[in-house]
C-alpha cells in the first residue's frame, strides 16, 4: 500500500470531523474531538491511525549492520541519523532523529476509543463494525510490539520477562490515568491477547491493492507467529506460520517484482514505508551485507545497484512503492526458525528450501539444496540466519533479530574513529524519550 493513498484517505477524513491531538508523550488526552458514533466516522478515524504509524522500523536500521554512513553524505543526513548509527543515545545532536514514542500512543488512543466503543458504533453492519473493532485490536497490538521491541530489553535474553520494566500498556482512554511501565512479560501477554480478540472480530480475508495497509483474517497469525518468534515460543511460531501459509503461500519472481511492494503477491499487510526516502538517501549498502549475495543469487541485482566498488545502492526502498509490514517470505524464515528449534530440523528445510529454490539460479541452488540437506542443526541455524538476513535486508526486521538471537558486538568506523557496540550490550535497548521522562516521572523507575 503506497502511504500517499492512506494520507489521501485522511484528508478526505478531516474534511468529515475534527479528530483530537495528544499531548506531549504519555499525557496523551485528545483535546478539542467530537463525538463520533458511526462505523463511516470510525473508519475514517482508524485510517488517520494507520496514517500516522511511525517509520521506526526503517529507522532502526541505522542501528543494525546494514549501512554504513560517511562524510560524503549530506550535513543533514549526517546530523539526522549519524548519533543513531554510532549508538550514541547519551548526547546525541540536535538534530537526531527520533523515534516515535508520542505518535505510538497517538495511534494506541484512537485504537482504544474504537475499542471502547463497539457497542456504540452506528450505521454499519455487524461484519463491518466488528472488522473495524478487530483491526483496532491488531493495530493496539503492533503498536505496543513495537515500543516493546525498541524500548524494553529483549524477551529471549531475560531469564525472567516478567521482572524487567518496558513501556507502559494503555488500554483506555480515561483522561486521568498516570501510566507506569510495565514489564516485558506483561506487555507481550497483553499483545497476544489482542491478538486473540482481535481474531474473533476481523472477518475480511483480503483487501484490494490499495487498502492492503489495513489488516485481514491472515495477519493475525501472521503477526502471531511474530510474536511467537520474538518469545522463544517456536511451537507455537510454527503453527501460525503454518495457518498462514496454508492461506497464502506464494513468493515473488525475482524478475517480475521486488517481495516488498505493496502490490507484491508476497503482501500480507502494506502499512509501513520501511525505507523512506530520506532513509534511502543516507542508506549506503554496508559491503560485508552485499558480499553476502554471490554471484548466483538472484537478489543481488534485483535488491542493490552496484556503482563503484564503495557505492551500492539500495532498489528495494525509498519510495511508496515498498510499504512491507508482513509478507510471505518473512513467514516461510519464521516456519524455518521455528521448526528447527521445536526440534525438527527436516521441518524447518521444508520452509527454507522453497524460499531459496525461488531466489538463486537453478543450478546453483542444486548445490546449495544438498548442502542445506547435509547440514547439522547449529550448521541449519547460521543458514537460516543467513537467508533472512539476505531476504530480509532493509525491510526493518536486522536490528529486531540481533537483539532477539545473538547481540553481538559491531563495530563501525568514522574516518578515524571506531565505534563499538559490545556484545549483549544495554545499548541493544533504545532510551525512553528524555522529554518523555520529564512529562511523567514514572517513566524513570
Not at 453492519?125 to 483491526?135: D, H, M, P, R, T
Not at 538476513?389 to 526486521?397: I, M
Request: hydrophobic residues 40%; aromatic residues 10%.
Amino acid at each position: 500500500m503506497k502511504k500517499t493513498s492512506i494520507y489521501k484517505a485522511f484528508l478526505v477524513a478531516t474534511a468529515a470531523l475534527t479528530l483530537g491531538s495528544c499531548d506531549d508523550f504519555l499525557d496523551i488526552q485528545p483535546t478539542g474531538r467530537v463525538i463520533i458514533t458511526t462505523a463511516k466516522e470510525f473508519r475514517q478515524m482508524l485510517t488517520q491511525a494507520y496514517s500516522i504509524v511511525p517509520e521506526d522500523r526503517g529507522l532502526a536500521t541505522f542501528r543494525s549492520d546494514e549501512m554504513t554512513m560517511d562524510a560524503t553524505l549530506s550535513q543533514e543526513d549526517i546530523s539526522s541519523f549519524r548519533d543513531i548509527w554510532t549508538w550514541n543515545d547519551v548526547s546525541p545532536d540536535d538534530a537526531t532523529s527520533t523515534f516515535g514514542w508520542r505518535s505510538y500512543y497517538q495511534v494506541i488512543y484512537e485504537a482504544n476509543h474504537a475499542i471502547q466503543s463497539r457497542d456504540k458504533i452506528t450505521e454499519g453492519s455487524e461484519a463491518e463494525i466488528n472488522q473495524i473493532v478487530g483491526e483496532s485490536y491488531m493495530l493496539r497490538a503492533y503498536m505496543h510490539f513495537l515500543l516493546v521491541n525498541l524500548y524494553g530489553e529483549p524477551y529471549t535474553a531475560l531469564a525472567d520477562p516478567y521482572f524487567s520494566k518496558a513501556v507502559p500498556l494503555k488500554l483506555d482512554t480515561d483522561p486521568y490515568t498516570v501510566l507506569s511501565r510495565s514489564s516485558v512479560g506483561a506487555v507481550f501477554d497483553q499483545i497476544i491477547a489482542d491478538i486473540d480478540a482481535a481474531e474473533k472480530l476481523i472477518n475480511v480475508e483480503e483487501w484490494q491493492v490499495g487498502l492492503n495497509y489495513r489488516f485481514t483474517t491472515t495477519s493475525v497469525d501472521a503477526l502471531r507467529s511474530r510474536v511467537y518468534l520474538y518469545m522463544g515460543r517456536w511451537s507455537d511460531a510454527l503453527a501460525a506460520a503454518k495457518r498462514v501459509l496454508a492461506k497464502k503461500a506464494a513468493l515473488a519472481d525475482l524478475n517480475s517484482e521486488l517481495p516488498n511492494a505493496y502490490n507484491s503477491v508476497e503482501s500480507i499487510v502494506a502499512l509501513e514505508e520501511v525505507m523512506t526516502a530520506t532513509y534511502a538517501r543516507a542508506a549506503k549498502v554496508n559491503r560485508d551485507l552485499f558480499r553476502a549475495y554471490n554471484s548466483n543469487d538472484l537478489r543481488r541485482s534485483k535488491y542493490y545497484k552496484q556503482v563503484t566498488a564503495s557505492n551500492i545502492q539500495l532498489l528495494k526502498g525509498g519510495s511508496n512503492q515498498y510499504a512491507c509490514t508482513m509478507r510471505t517470505g518473512e513467514i516461510y524464515l519464521n516456519a524455518a526458525e521455528a521448526a528447527l528449534e521445536a526440534g525438527n530440523a527436516a521441518e524447518a528445510r521444508s520452509y527454507l528450501l522453497p524460499l531459496m529454490e525461488s531466489r538463486y539460479k537453478p543450478a546453483y541452488y542444486a548445490e546449495r539444496k544438498a548442502a542445506v540437506e547435509a547440514m547439522s542443526t547449529e550448521e541449519l541455524r547460521e543458514e537460516i540466519y543467513a537467508e533472512r538476513r539476505r531476504e530480509l535486508a532493509f525491510e526493518g526486521h536486522r536490528w529486531f533479530d540481533l537483539r532477539r538471537t545473538t547481540r553481538p558486538e559491531l563495530t563501525k568506523t568514522w574516518g578515524s574513529d571506531t565505534y563499538t557496540l559490545s556484545a549483549g550490550d544495554s545499548r541493544y535497548t533504545v532510551r525512553i524519550p528524555s522529554a518523555a521522562i520529564a512529562a511523567n516521572p514514572n517513566l524513570a523507575n
